[in-house]
């Protein structure tokens, strides 16, 4: 991505920190971590509250083994009240994806034949992202941080294996820094095309109802689309969103507290969590 080069070094900062922080066995100093940063300890102090909304160690808080039943047991949404309630708009990423609409059935049974796909790579809070979208909106997010490019790549044109891609950051940029909330842009629109089948569109709408720092769980979201006992297949579904992060499949956990699986790795899927919990917590 062609970012300014401070908002590049900042994700790349921030990318790194969270490698170091999931991956260590228990809480990094705040002097450790700004030793591996190369930055002073109040520069990094600094700069990862400003970007984050809190304190390296109120994060790594978030990223205890804990987190993802204290989550269920203090930010659990009921998906029917949330939307009465019209929570879904409340929330940063909401107030992003107001506008998005899906492929026909029809479509979507061609594979993607007579579609052009355009993509890109693109920093972002969790490692590099695969940013891809036809004319109409963003239909694919992918992250290469546990999976690697080449997988990450594979792994997103099999979704559409009729479709014709071309590789143009430069059209999606603008999508992509609103979608990460780079520069300033949280207010921009970063449309979203949903590519699927029926069921699994109505799996994502259920997903998009989730505001930005609360979770739900599995069965809550076959309760949702009126299908209570079909909970694998949401299960089944929400690990297809092609759009992840947009599309909050990461909110969606286990009703044990667990977090279940995530397409794109564990990792990244706790650092998502994180990273919304925190900035929730600071709004």
Request: with cysteine; glycine share 10%.
């Amino acid at each position: 991505m062609n970012a300014e080069p401070q908002q590049s070094y900042h994700y790349h900062v921030m990318r790194r920190a969270i490698d170091l922080i999931d991956g260590a066995e228990g809480p990094l100093p705040l002097n450790d971590l700004a030793r591996d940063m190369n930055m002073s300890p109040a520069h990094f102090q600094r700069l990862f509250t400003q970007w984050v909304g809190v304190s390296p160690k109120r994060y790594q808080q978030y990223l205890a083994l804990g987190q993802a039943k204290a989550l269920l047991a203090e930010r659990f949404t009921t998906l029917e009240t949330a939307h009465e309630l019209g929570l879904s708009g409340s929330g940063r990423l909401h107030d992003l994806f107001l506008r998005w609409e899906a492929m026909s059935p029809g479509e979507f049974a061609r594979r993607g034949e007579g579609l052009t796909v355009y993509w890109g790579w693109f920093d972002s809070p969790f490692g590099l992202a695969l940013v891809m979208a036809t004319e109409k909106g963003i239909c694919g997010v992918g992250f290469a941080s546990e999976t690697g490019e080449e997988a990450a790549m594979e792994d997103m044109i099999s979704r559409w294996p009729n479709a014709r891609f071309v590789e143009d950051p430069m059209m999606l940029r603008p999508w992509a820094l609103a979608a990460f909330g780079a520069n300033g842009q949280e207010r921009e629109i970063a449309p979203l095309y949903l590519i699927g089948a029926p069921f699994q569109i109505k799996v994502w709408e259920a997903l998009l109802q989730v505001p930005s720092g609360q979770v739900t769980t599995y069965s809550e979201i076959a309760q949702a689309i009126g299908k209570p006992r079909a909970v694998r297949a949401v299960g089944t579904a929400v690990g297809r969103n092609p759009i992840s992060f947009l599309i909050p499949c990461h909110r969606a956990l286990r009703k044990s507290g667990e977090l279940g699986g995530y397409h794109w790795g564990l990792p990244v899927k706790r650092a998502i969590l994180a990273w919304e919990s925190a900035r929730a917590e600071a709004g």
